[in-house]
């Protein structure tokens, strides 16, 4: 059988996607992801996004994520962003609107269009306690710096949800890291389970911090746009960035741009390109 597909990325957080709107999720989506994400061997990308009808009365779509490994996420920031340069080109109904709705599992975004590519995303308000990432044995929360025994040393760490859950540190040189060894002691640390996305931030200076994540499901990848906003409210946590104000988040795939608004909520700016498009034997 063959099954169309768009290839698109974010700041190189690429990912396959699937217009399952009229015919919903496909019986094998959890296969499908493990098999069309393999690098070298399929299409290649750190996961599918499908493209489904919506959920709520005023939503244009919803958006569900299935991971390199064939779990499913909560929410991908870059995503969500091709989700809706995808609709804007694809979808006669969604041309030329300023701004979308979409559905995700962590609640509905609002999205705006910036210009050719560029989209604007209310990303909702971020939390540090405990129940919401969730963590364990940290305490309630607010979890602003605590210490994480991982990877045979002792992290101070701030957690964060956006709507998934984040793990963040500030390391000194982050191209230092071999994130390969460090990883998964994190990802997979008893005190998170459902397990943590965690990022390594490196600060540049008020406005601008570099970034290198590793993705639950995934590994380490290019650009994580939840990432980067859970890294932004952990640094005004930690007084180290100003809120208000836009900080730029430096990725190996490219650049976002995050900002704290009042009552913790988080706005995003970023690219959405479109690879390819075609069909693959599945």
Known sequence: MKLAFTKMQGCANDYIYLDCRSTGLPDNIEELSRKLSARRFSIGG?????????????????MRIFNADGSEGMMC??????????????????AGKDQLRIDTRSGQKLIRHQGEGLWQVEMGR????????????????PLVRC???????????????????????????????NLEAIGPSFEKHPNFPQQVNTEFIQKLDDHHLKMRVWERGSGETWACG??????????????????GEDIHV?????ELIIRVLEGRQLRMTGPAVTVCEGTTEV
């Open 46 to 62: 750190d996961g599918i996004i499908c493209i489904c009808a919506p959920q709520s009365p005023d939503a244009d779509a919803t």
């Open 77 to 94: 920031g870059n995503g969500i962003r091709c989700v809706a340069e995808w609709l804007y080109t694809h979808e006669p109904a969604c």
């Open 126 to 141: 971020y939390s540090a306690m405990a129940a919401d990432l969730p963590a364990v044995n940290m305490g309630e929360g």
């Open 147 to 177: 210490t994480l025994d991982a990877a045979g040393q002792s992290w101070q760490v701030t957690c964060i949800s956006v709507g998934n859950p984040h793990c963040v540190t500030v390391v000194e040189d982050v191209d230092a890291l």
């Open 226 to 243: 939840t990432g980067a906003c859970a890294s932004v409210a952990a640094l005004t946590e930690l007084g180290m960035v100003p809120a």
């Open 250 to 254: 430096l990725l190996r795939g490219g």
